[in-house]
C-alpha cells in the first residue's frame, strides 16, 4: 500500500525542514524527502550570521521587513525547539561590526548607518569592545541585532521537533519524479513511492530539475562559498567582524568561523588553496592574531542563486497544490522561520503579506537569462 501524506516536502536543508517543523505544528500530516542527511549540503557550510539588516541591499519594501519577521521569530524559536527537543541552537548575541579602514569604506556604509537600530562606533570605542582587532581602523557600523546561530543545530532541532509532533523524516531518499493524480501527487524516491495533497519543492541549488519537470523556464546558479575554522580557546573575539566580503564570526564552542569566498557557477564542492588563501589574508587583514592559531577544519557549500538574489516562496503559477521555497542564496539561515510560517500559511489558506507574495513569487518578471 502506497503511503499517503497531506505535505510531501523535497529536501532537508534549514528550509524543508523549517516548513515541516511549522506544519507539523499545525497537525499536518508531512513528510521530509532528503537525498543525503539532513543539513549536510548547503545548511552545513553557512556562518549562521542573521543578517536582516546587513543582507537587505537597500530592499526596505519587502526584503527587509520578511528577514526581520524572521530574526525576531528566532528568538522566540531559541526556547520553543529547546523545550522540544532538547536542542540548543547556539544563538548568541553580539552582532556585526562592519568595519571600516578609510573614508571609502565609510561612505559604503551609509545606508547601513541610515537605519535607526545600526550605530557608528569610533576607533577608540572600537578597540574598547575588540582589543584585538587592527589598529589601523577608523571605526565601524555596529549592528547589535544580527545574531548568529548554529545552522546544523537550527535545522537538526528543525527536523527533530517536526519528528516529535508527528512528521516523517526520511534521509537518504532522493526523490525523481513529481507526478500529477487526480487529488495530488504521486511521488517517485529510490525507496518506493508516496502520495501527497501539496508537494514544496525546497531542495536548494538543486530545485532547477523541478523546475524544469514541472513546466518552469527558471534557474537557480551555484555560488560557491569556501570556509575555514580556527580554534580560539581564549575566545579573543566576542562579535562578528566584517570587511571586504569577509566576516569572522566567534561561536561559543571556541571556535572562529572565517568565511567566504563566492564563485559563481562552479558545482565542485571541494574547497580551493587559492580560495583559502584570499580568505586567510583577509582575515588576517581585521584581526592580525588570528595567524597564530590553529586551523580546525575546511568546507565549501553551494549557495542557491536567483537571476535578483531573492528566493522563490510562493505556488505554482498553475498548479496550487505544488509550492517552491527555494533559491535562498546567502540568507537561508536567517530566512528559514519566515519561509517555513509562509508556506504554512499559504497551505492553510490563511492571510499573507501580499507584497512577500509578490516579491517572491516564481514567475515575477526576470529581465534576464541567467547563464
Ligand atoms: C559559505 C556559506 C556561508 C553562508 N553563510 C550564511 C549565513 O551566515 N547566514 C545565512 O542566512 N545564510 C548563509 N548561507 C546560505 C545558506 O547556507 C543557504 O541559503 C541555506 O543553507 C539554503 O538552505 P536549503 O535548505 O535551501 O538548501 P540545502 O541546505 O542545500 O538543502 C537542500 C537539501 O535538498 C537535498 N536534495 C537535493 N536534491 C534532492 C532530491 N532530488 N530529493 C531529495 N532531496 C534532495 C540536498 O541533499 C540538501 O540536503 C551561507 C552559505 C554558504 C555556502
Known amino acids: 500500500m502506497i503511503d499517503k501524506f497531506e505535505v510531501a516536502i523535497i529536501g ?3 528550509i524543508g525542514c523549517s516548513i515541516a517543523y511549522y506544519l507539523a505544528k499545525e497537525k499536518m500530516n508531512v513528510a521530509v524527502f532528503e537525498g543525503n542527511q539532513i543539513g549536510m549540503k548547503t545548511t552545513s557550510a553557512a556562518g549562521g550570521m542573521l543578517g536582516a539588516h546587513s543582507e537587505c541591499d537597500g530592499d526596505f519594501d519587502a526584503f527587509f521587513p520578511f528577514a526581520r519577521s524572521s530574526q525576531f521569530a528566532y528568538s ?13 541552537i547556539g544563538y548568541r548575541k553580539g552582532g556585526i561590526l562592519k568595519l571600516a579602514f578609510n573614508e571609502s569604506d565609510r ?4 545606508s547601513i548607518l541610515s537605519q535607526p537600530t545600526v550605530k557608528w562606533l569610533d576607533k577608540e570605542t572600537l578597540s574598547e569592545m575588540e582589543p ?3 589598529n589601523k581602523l577608523l571605526g565601524a557600523a555596529y549592528i547589535e541585532e544580527d545574531v548568529n546561530v548554529l545552522p546544523m543545530a537550527v535545522c537538526q532541532a528543525f527536523a527533530k521537533s517536526a519528528q516529535i509532533l508527528g512528521a516523517t523524516i526520511n534521509e537518504y531518499s532522493p526523490v525523481h519524479n513529481i507526478h500529477k493524480k487526480e487529488n495530488g501527487f504521486l511521488i517517485e524516491t529510490t525507496t518506493g513511492q508516496v502520495e501527497a495533497e501539496y508537494v514544496v519543492v525546497a531542495n536548494g541549488v538543486w530545485s532547477t530539475t523541478f523546475f524544469k519537470q514541472l513546466g518552469l523556464d527558471r534557474q537557480l546558479m551555484p555560488v560557491k562559498g569556501e570556509c575555514l575554522s580556527v580554534i580560539d580557546e581564549k575566545m579573543t573575539l566576542k562579535h562578528t567582524i566584517f570587511h571586504d566580503h569577509c566576516y569572522i564570526v566567534p561561536r561559543s564552542n571556541g571556535r572562529l568561523v572565517i568565511g567566504a569566498t563566492s564563485i559563481e557557477n562552479d558545482w565542485n564542492e571541494k574547497v580551493s588553496l587559492d580560495g583559502i588563501e584570499t580568505i586567510i589574508a583577509k582575515a ?10 590553529k586551523i580546525d577544519s575546511f568546507w565549501a557549500g553551494l549557495r542557491p542563486q536567483t537571476f535578483d538574489r531573492k528566493p522563490f516562496i510562493g505556488h505554482h503559477p498553475e498548479e496550487e497544490g505544488i509550492l517552491f521555497a527555494t533559491g535562498h542564496y546567502r540568507n537561508g539561515i536567517l530566512l528559514a522561520p519566515a519561509t517555513g510560517q509562509m508556506i504554512r500559511d499559504l497551505i492553510l489558506k490563511r492571510q499573507v503579506n501580499n507584497e512577500w507574495v509578490e516579491a517572491f ?3 515575477r518578471h526576470q529581465p534576464f537569462a541567467i547563464k
Open 12 to 14: 532537508g536543508g534549514i
Open 76 to 88: 522566540e524559536l531559541k526556547e520553543q525547539l529547546n523545550h522540544l527537543c532538547g536542542l540548543d
Open 107 to 110: 561612505n559604503e556604509l551609509q
Open 132 to 134: 584585538h582587532i587592527s
Open 284 to 293: 588576517k587583514t581585521m584581526l592580525p592574531n588570528i595567524a597564530h592559531l
Open 361 to 363: 513569487k516564481i514567475d
